[in-house]
């Protein structure tokens, strides 16, 4: 078992879930590890923030923390709240509307990382996979498995997204093994296959490296400049870091200026449209409106003819 650097037994994340499948003490201790955090951050905090002159919680956004250009959200942080389990789910719920009148609209680009990367790629395989509508995960499983998308199986799928989403942030074998649970050299195979079917993003990812190295910056489709002033640091793993930063970064602030593209063209549609609706918030790929019941339908449709004109990839 892992120590500690004062010699005691490690419990962080990862073990303990490695452990929780032979010892139910393992799961009992993530659970309430789970239950205290959703407690101490949204169930004790958020009562506290709801401001008394309008019974709302106000979160403020701030332009300048992420190096990306994503917008980051401050006291409190309304991007992070969990979704993924049902406990974090709960929580989400206790977001309501001033009055029953009015629902929550939520809009979100779907794969947008994804597809910039084919934009900034050119790769062919995956251009077509968004031209013809096809799910892309299944669709790089397919490739990688050699497989038709029928014959695909769920666990397949997993495996294929974990790829699709690595290779963006620059994932190793190592970490890819790490995450699916499997050997270093399967993981390492699996990468290798993914780069057979996609040459265009191996290409793009070692231009991109190379590129970002000679400039000491990449930009973004909009040709909006980011830093990286470690692309040439003498120690590896910052080097390292800095070159994944320079692989991600492209499609991470390209998607954050597409988005605040969309937003500044719904606002300027939205006060002159004569719909009771607000946008209220921006959850990185995602805007989220309050808006009459009523007018669901008008503002469903001039949100999406917004956000998918914003830009043209």
Do not use: C
């Amino acid at each position: 078992p892992k120590k500690t650097k004062t010699g005691q037994y490690a419990t962080g994340e990862d073990i303990l879930s490695k452990m929780a499948p032979a010892h139910e003490i393992a799961n009992k201790i993530l659970e309430f590890r789970e239950y205290q955090k959703l407690k101490s951050t949204y169930v004790d905090a958020l009562p506290r923030m709801v401001n008394p002159k309008d019974q709302r919680v106000h979160t403020d956004y701030r332009q300048t923390v992420a190096v990306t250009g994503r917008l980051s959200s401050n006291n409190p942080n309304l991007q992070n709240i969990p979704i993924r389990t049902k406990k974090g789910r709960e929580i989400r719920k206790a977001f309501i509307t001033l009055n029953s009148d009015f629902v929550l609209l939520a809009a979100d680009y779907s794969q947008i990382e994804l597809r910039i990367m084919a934009h900034l790629s050119a790769d062919q395989g995956l251009s077509q996979a968004f031209a013809e509508n096809q799910d892309i995960h299944r669709a790089t499983a397919a490739e990688v498995f050699s497989l038709t998308p029928q014959e695909v199986a769920d666990d397949q799928r997993r495996s294929a997204k974990a790829i699709n989403f690595g290779l963006i942030y620059g994932m190793s074998a190592f970490g890819l093994a790490k995450q699916l649970n499997i050997s270093r050299g399967l993981a390492a195979d699996y990468i290798e296959r993914y780069f057979q079917r996609y040459p265009g993003v191996l290409r793009y990812m070692d231009e991109t490296r190379a590129l970002a190295a000679e400039q000491g910056f990449v930009e973004t489709v909009f040709g909006r400049r980011l830093y990286l002033p470690e692309i040439n640091a003498k120690a590896v793993p910052r080097r390292q870091a800095a070159e994944r930063t320079a692989i991600n970064a492209p499609m991470q602030g390209t998607a954050a200026d597409i988005i605040k593209l969309a937003m500044i063209s719904v606002q300027q549609w939205l006060p002159a449209s004569g719909l009771d609706a607000r946008m209220i918030m921006q959850v990185h790929d995602e805007l989220v409106f309050e808006v009459a019941e009523s007018d669901v339908d008008a503002l469903n449709a001039g949100v999406i003819e917004r956000m998918a004109g914003a830009a043209a990839l």
